[in-house]
């Protein structure tokens, strides 16, 4: 009887670990829904998200010393919120794309057979540190405003535009007018 | 038409309605309005009779979705202490009171259907929120100033 239940459970188990795996990821790996995808997360990060001018806006200490200078305090106050609400979501957002790019690139490394294992490797590192350093950021923003770690922020961006970079170089292979096809089938038109 | 042919005749379209139109709108907020008032909110196209008329609708709509890009990409590249000084320049322009104009855009917040589309969420965000600080400013420095002549 106490054989019948260890097999039975044992069984039961395996069925739930297959069930979740079944579950874990409905969309066959290296599919055009991934790739439009990570393709999207490319661009939001390397158009949207990650060029110089808009960090050094987002995170402008200028902008600071101005309102201080000439408004009364609850203008000041107003404008640490704004500010910080702003960083925030670019902080949530560089770490919803990289993470996008990073699923990506892990179901891609085991279904492109040409994808470069070094590069693969030295992106993998990447976005492990980037998510890392999105979650360290995001805590020094919310504990001490937008302008507590101008720094980390630079090296943060400088590090993802890197990172983004190599992807895209490693992503290279795949075909230009098939990603424009694919792209276009998906984002309507250009006007819009 | 092929996709270069296509381009080119945008861009000559945008050539012309910065040679036509937009020269006469030398601050990027006022050309970010002008333009957002081009787009038709039910389908997102952009419409402007002479320029269509020159080239054509899909041509005129695409230029000046290129030129409201531009025009929002150019404010928010501005510091703040521009966005205030393009504000306050905006409101001496359309003769209103500058009481009354601060009252409205910040109960109608006109600023948020300007943002053309594609926008990064960010990005978008980012500039709606300078908007609302730099009318902060405007009002507190309106409370400060003395009361405007009843006329």
């Excluded at chain 1, 640490?80 to 794309?97: F, H, I, P």
């Excluded at chain 2, 419409?47 to 005129?60: C, K, M, P």
Aim: aromatic share 8%; with cysteine.
């Amino acid at each position: 009887m106490i054989q019948l239940i260890f097999f039975l459970s044992i069984g039961v188990l395996l069925f739930a670990s297959l069930f979740f795996l079944a579950r874990r990821n409905p969309r066959p790996e290296g599919s055009s829904g991934a790739l439009i995808e990570a393709r999207q997360a490319l661009v939001a990060l390397q158009a949207g998200l990650l060029p110089i001018e808009l960090v050094q806006r987002i995170f402008a200490e200028q902008d600071w010393e101005y309102v201080r200078s000439e408004s009364p305090a609850a203008v000041r106050e107003l404008f640490m919120e704004e500010r910080k609400k702003v960083a925030l979501l670019w902080v949530d957002q560089v770490r919803a794309q990289i993470r996008s790019l990073s699923r990506f690139h892990r179901g891609s490394a085991r279904s492109y057979a040409r994808l470069n294992p070094r590069l693969e490797m030295e992106l993998a590192l990447g976005f492990a540190g980037l998510t890392f350093a999105c979650r360290v950021l995001r805590v020094i923003v919310y504990v001490g405003g937008p302008y507590a770690a101008p720094r980390m922020v630079g090296a943060m961006a400088n590090a993802a535009s890197r990172t983004c970079k190599i992807s895209e170089q490693s992503l290279a292979f795949l075909n230009a007018a098939q990603l424009g096809m694919l792209g276009g089938r998906s984002t309507g038109t250009a006007a819009l | 038409m092929n996709a270069s042919t296509r381009r080119m005749d945008v861009e000559q379209a945008v050539e012309d309605l910065r040679h036509r139109t937009l020269s006469d709108i030398p601050r990027s907020l006022d050309r970010l309005i002008y333009l957002a008032s081009m787009r038709d909110y039910n389908t997102g196209l952009y419409y402007h009779d002479g320029l269509a008329s020159r080239f054509t609708q899909e041509v005129a709509c695409q230029a000046l979705a290129d030129c409201h890009r531009e025009a929002f990409n150019q404010l928010v590249a501005c510091s703040l202490r521009e966005l205030v000084g393009q504000m306050e320049e905006y409101i001496n322009s359309t003769h209103t009171s500058p009481r009354n104009f601060v009252t409205a855009w910040r109960k109608l917040e006109p600023y948020r259907v300007a943002v053309p589309v594609e926008t990064d969420p960010v990005v978008a965000h980012f500039l709606c929120s300078s908007f609302k600080i730099a009318l902060a400013i405007l009002e507190a420095r309106l409370r400060s100033a003395p009361a405007e002549p009843v006329a």
